[in-house]
């Protein structure tokens, strides 16, 4: 079985970094093997939900944002790893290692 | 601790600017609409309440639709503040915030003044929420009435007779001594706002000096608004250039994002240049920087004035002196064109690294199956 983490991505404007942290994401994960569901938080609304049953899947939660994460509550309990959005532009992989590493604490 | 709380404190504050943004531009573009238009019938102060009943239907509309940009913007410092205190109490924050929001505007309080209500009313309503324990049947007394009533109460209070005062003083200070800036003077602070704005591509540096230059157009305050707007579309028009001049400087990927960047220049996006500052921050940063700088200092020194804020190149030419203008546009271009050009090495082609593609169109890279299994 795969391994699997959930992530928000959010900036302030909501047009471009949230947009290429969310690819990175994806990128990485694809060459890590992992899955990955990333929900965007940006200008335009909420893209790509995550849901309960994600939240519940998902072993970690990446907050890649630099403002605050719309509905967090849905998060209540799970292990958050909180970064910056820039971080997984800038290395996504590493993004990805700290938050298994997360998950397996 | 005290590093989580500074980054803690920017998001609040990156939150409350995120919310206000939509705001500011509708009300800056509803008045420079209005008074773009009103200057083709010759008319400089179309906010007079003479021209509400002139008998040209357009020009009284024109005078209507400057009250709406300036309703708009009057809701700049309630939004900011009271999405800052969200972003600290959730919910909660929100009325506190807002109400004091409201204040600090009807105080002339500024920027500033609404950063600190902001924070007070948000550290106020999350004290409460976290401090006051009520038996389980009086619970819901905290969310419904203490916070709104107490936590709009005590920040009203340190906003009207603590800080709101100062805070007023100061920015109707900041806005005479920028009104009275000639010269040197002047040159100097456009280069230091157009620096700003290059710096950081749409981050925090940039959106201070933006929405600061922004609120300064309301007081009639015009050249930090111009420096900015020069400084906004340099980097990428510029970035954007030198890969169209020269494309084997760069990875194939930065060339894509270079023509992407050169249109978003154009049509006023700064984030454009951001996959550059991402790749090589150390050569690009310090080129955006000093490029932004002199463009801005070009444009105003020489006379040019933007009182709109609009960067794209649509707004271009309702600008006092525009031939000016664009000359600044096109001198910090040519120099961050040229001084990437000269600092970057040719790229070096690498083994296909684009093995891995994830397809845009879709959310997720995997079925749902493989996803629940």
């Known amino acids: 079985m795969k391994r699997k983490l959930i992530a928000v991505t959010a900036c302030a404007t909501g047009i471009a970094h949230t947009y290429m942290a969310e690819k990175a994401l994806r990128k990485a994960a694809k060459e890590m093997d992992v899955l990955i569901k990333v929900e965007t938080q940006g200008a335009t609304g909420i893209g790509n939900r995550l849901n309960e049953k994600d939240v519940q899947i998902g072993e970690a939660v990446i907050f890649a944002t630099d403002t605050k994460v719309r509905d967090s509550e849905r998060f209540a309990g799970k292990k958050i790893l909180d970064i910056n959005v820039s971080d997984p532009i800038k290395d996504a992989k590493k993004v990805i290692k700290d938050a298994l590493a997360l998950a397996d604490k | ?373």
């Open chain 2, 1 to 373: 601790m005290s590093k989580s709380f500074w980054k803690e404190l920017e998001k609040h504050i990156m939150t409350g600017i995120s919310y206000m943004i939509p705001v500011v531009i509708a009300g800056a573009v509803l008045m420079a609409i209005s008074r773009i238009g009103a200057s083709a019938f010759g008319i400089s102060n179309i906010w007079d309440e003479k021209w509400a009943t002139n008998s040209n239907a357009i020009i009284q509309f024109l005078h209507t639709d400057d009250g709406w940009g300036g309703l708009a913007l009057g809701l700049m410092f309630p939004i900011i503040s009271g999405f800052i205190s969200y972003s600290i109490a959730d919910k909660g924050g929100i009325a506190p915030g807002m109400i004091a929001g409201v204040l600090v505007a009807n105080m002339n309080a500024g920027f500033l003044g609404a950063l600190a209500s902001g924070l007070i009313a948000g550290y106020t309503a999350k004290f409460m929420f976290d401090h006051i324990h009520l038996p389980e049947a009086m619970k819901s007394v905290v969310p419904v009435f203490l916070v709104p009533v107490l936590g709009s109460l005590i920040t009203l209070i340190l906003i009207q007779y603590v800080v709101g005062g100062p805070f007023a003083a100061l920015n109707s200070g900041l806005a005479s001594w920028l009104k009275s800036m000639t010269g040197v003077n002047k040159v100097l602070l456009a280069a230091i706002v157009g620096g700003m704005v290059g710096f950081d591509l749409g981050g925090p540096v940039n959106k201070a000096a933006v929405t600061t230059a922004m609120a300064l157009l309301t007081s009639g305050v015009y050249d930090p608004n111009t420096a900015a707007q020069v400084a906004i579309i340099i980097p990428p028009i510029g970035l954007g250039l030198a890969t169209i001049i020269n494309n084997k400087k760069f990875s194939p990927e930065l060339n894509e994002a270079g023509k992407a960047s050169f249109i978003m220049g154009l049509i006023g996006v700064s984030e454009g240049a951001i996959p550059f500052a991402i790749e090589s921050p150390l050569k690009v940063i310090p080129i955006n920087v000093v490029g932004s700088a002199l463009g801005s200092a070009i444009a105003v020194g020489l006379g040019a004035v933007n009182k709109a804020p609009i960067s794209g190149f649509y707004g271009w030419f309702a600008v006092d002196n525009w031939p000016i203008y664009v000359l600044g546009i096109f001198v910090g271009s040519a120099f961050v064109t040229g001084a990437t050009l000269l600092v970057r090495k040719n790229a070096v082609v690498e083994e296909d690294n684009s093995a891995t593609e994830i397809d845009e169109d879709q959310d997720n890279d995997f079925s749902e199956e493989e996803w629940e299994s």
